[in-house]
C-alpha cells in the first residue's frame, strides 16, 4: 500500500510556503501547523513508528530533498496540545509506576532510551493507542490470552515496526495489559477482555507456558531429525561402494532411534498441555458458577412473600371487577341508544325503497282528491298493499305491447304531428286488476291506484 500525500505536496507555490519557517514564535499560523502536525501522524501510522525522532522525522518528511524548516516550531506546539510527549517524560511515568520487575530485555531497553541524549526522541500518543488497540482486540479475538515470547512477538509485529517493539511492549506493561514472566523473558500474559487490569501469572500459567516452549523445541528437533535421516537416506542410495552405503544407514538408525524418543516427549508434552489447559478451564468455569450461586443466593425470594404477592394481586383483581361492575350500572344511554338504532333502521329502509314503489306510496297519500278529510287514515294503503300494487306494476312493464297496439299508437302520432292531443290509455287488463285484494279495491283510493296502473 503505497502512502498517499496530501493534495499540496504537489504544488510548489504551497509546500515553498509550508517548509519555510515561521516568520514569529509568538504567533504560529495555524494552517502550517495544522498541516504538519496531520501529516506527522499520518506518516507515523501508515510506517507502524509511534516513536520517532526529530532525524527520522526529517528524513520522512523531506520535499524534493528539502527538510522543513518549522518542524521544531511544530513538535513545540504538539507538545503543548499534547499530541506527542518526549520519550523522556514517558519513561519517567514507566518508573514511576515501578516497573523495575521488568526483565532485562525490556528493563535494558528501556535504560538505553532514558540515556540516550544523543537524538531527542517523541511518542506520537494516538498512533501508540491506535497499535496498543488493533494488538489487544487480536488477541481477545484469538481467545488465546497465554504467548511465549516468540508468539508474542510474531503476533504484535503485525501492527508495529520492529525498531518500536519492544517500546511498544513497555507501554502494555505500563497500561497493565500484560504481565511478563522470567528473566529474560519467556512468558506474556495479556488480560481478558472483561477485565481492566491484567491478573497475575499464576503456577498453572507458568506450567502451560513452559509445556509450550517445550513444545516447540522439540517440534523443531524433530523436524530436523526428520530431515537429517532423509539425507542419509538419500546419501546412502547414491553411495559408491558398500561400504560407504552401510556407514550411512548406521548413521540413520541412530538419529531414528534419537527421532522416536524425541515423538515420545513430544506426545508426552502435548498431553500434560491439554491437561494443564483443560484444568485451567475447569477452575475458570468453577469460579464462574461459584459467582452465579452467590448471585442466587443473595436474590433468593421465599415462598411467604411469593403467596403474600399473589394474595394482594387477587384482592386488587376482585376490587377492579365491583369497581368496573358500579361504574356500568349507571349507564342510562341504553334506552336512547335502541331509539336511535330503529331510526336509523327506517331512514335505511326508506333510502333504499325503489323510485316506483315511493312514487305509488306518495300519490297514495296525498289528500287532495278526496273530498273531505274523514276517514282519512282508512284511504292510507298498508305497507303490505304497496308491496302488491309495485308488483303488478312491474309485472306490467315487462309484459310485450301487442303489435296492433303499436301500429295505431304510430298511426296516431303520424296524423297529430303538429297538435298534442290526449290520448286515453287502454285500461289494464282485467287478469291484472282482478289480482287486487277485495280490501283493495273498496278503497276510496282505487282510481287512483288504477290511474298508477295504466
Given amino acids: 500500500m503505497v502512502f498517499k500525500w ?50 527520522e522525522l526529517k528524513r520522512c518528511l523531506a520535499w524534493r530533498g528539502v527538510a522543513p524548516q ?3 516550531g511544530v513538535l513545540e506546539e504538539m507538545l503543548n496540545k499534547r499530541t506527542v510527549l518526549k520519550l523522556e517524560k514517558l519513561t519517567e511515568t514507566w518508573s514511576q509506576w515501578g516497573l523495575g520487575v521488568l526483565t532485562s530485555p525490556l528493563t535494558s531497553v528501556w535504560k538505553r532510551l532514558v540515556l540516550d541524549t544523543s537524538e531527542q526522541k517523541f511518542v506520537v500518543i494516538s498512533v501508540l493507542e491506535e497499535c496498543r488497540s488493533n494488538l489487544i482486540c487480536s488477541v481477545h479475538r484469538s481467545d488465546n490470552l497465554l504467548f ?19 517500546n511498544l511492549n513497555t507501554y502494555l506493561v505500563f497500561r497493565c495489559d500484560i504481565a511478563v514472566y522470567g528473566d529474560p523473558v519467556s512468558l506474556v500474559k495479556v488480560r481478558a477482555a472483561n477485565e481492566k487490569t491484567v491478573s497475575n501469572i499464576s503456577q498453572i500459567d507458568i506450567a502451560i507456558g513452559k509445556a509450550k516452549m517445550t ?51 513430544l506426545n508426552n508434552t502435548e498431553s500434560l498441555l491439554l491437561q494443564l489447559q483443560e484444568s485451567q478451564h475447569n477452575k475458570t468455569v468453577l469460579s464462574t458458577l461459584k459467582v ?8 433468593k425470594v421465599s415462598l411467604s412473600e411469593v403467596d403474600e404477592i399473589m394474595d394482594q394481586l387477587d384482592e386488587y383483581k376482585s376490587y377492579e371487577d365491583d369497581l368496573n361492575s358500579a361504574m356500568t350500572s349507571l349507564d342510562t344511554t341504553t334506552d336512547c341508544d335502541m331509539s336511535l338504532s330503529e331510526e336509523l333502521a327506517s331512514l335505511l329502509a326508506e333510502d ?38 309495485y308488483s303488478i306494476q312491474q309485472e306490467l312493464e315487462r309484459a310485450p305491447t301487442p303489435p ?18 290526449p290520448v286515453e290509455r287502454e285500461a289494464p287488463p282485467k287478469e291484472m286488476t282482478a289480482r287486487l285484494s277485495p280490501e283493495l279495491r273498496r278503497k276510496p283510493g282505487r282510481k287512483l291506484v288504477g290511474t298508477l296502473l295504466e
Avoid at 148 to 166: D, G, K, M, R, V
Avoid at 407 to 416: I, K, P
Fill in 6 to 55: 496530501p493534495s499540496e505536496w504537489r504544488d510548489s507555490d504551497a509546500m515553498s510556503y509550508f517548509i519555510s519557517d515561521f516568520a514569529s514564535t509568538a504567533v504560529r499560523p495555524s494552517r502550517k501547523l495544522n498541516f504538519w502536525s496531520n501529516l506527522i501522524c499520518a506518516v507515523c501510522q501508515y510506517r507502524k513508528t509511534p516513536f520517532v525522532s526529530v532525524a
Fill in 70 to 72: 518549522c518542524l521544531e
Fill in 148 to 166: 511465549t515470547i516468540q508468539e508474542w512477538n510474531e503476533l504484535a509485529l503485525t501492527f508495529i515496526h520492529p525498531n518500536n517493539l519492544e
Fill in 292 to 299: 452465579g450461586a452467590e448471585a442466587l443466593k443473595q436474590n
Fill in 215 to 265: 513444545k516447540s523445541a522439540l517440534c523443531a528437533q524433530v523436524k530436523e531429525l526428520s530431515s537429517k535421516v532423509d539425507e542419509l537416506l538419500s546419501a546412502a542410495k547414491k553411495a559408491k561402494n558398500k561400504n560407504e552405503a552401510l556407514s550411512h544407514l548406521r548413521r540413520k538408525k541412530l538419529y531414528e532411534r534419537s527421532l522416536q524418543k524425541r515423538e515420545g516427549a
Fill in 404 to 421: 296492433e297496439q303499436l301500429d295505431s299508437s304510430r298511426a296516431l302520432r303520424e296524423e297529430f304531428d303538429d297538435v298534442e292531443h
Fill in 352 to 389: 333504499s325503497e325503489p323510485p316506483a314503489k315511493k312514487q305509488i306510496r306518495e300519490v297514495i297519500d296525498l289528500t287532495e282528491d278526496y273530498p273531505d278529510n274523514s276517514g282519512f287514515h282508512d284511504n292510507v294503503l298498508t305497507t303490505e298493499e304497496l308491496d302488491e300494487l
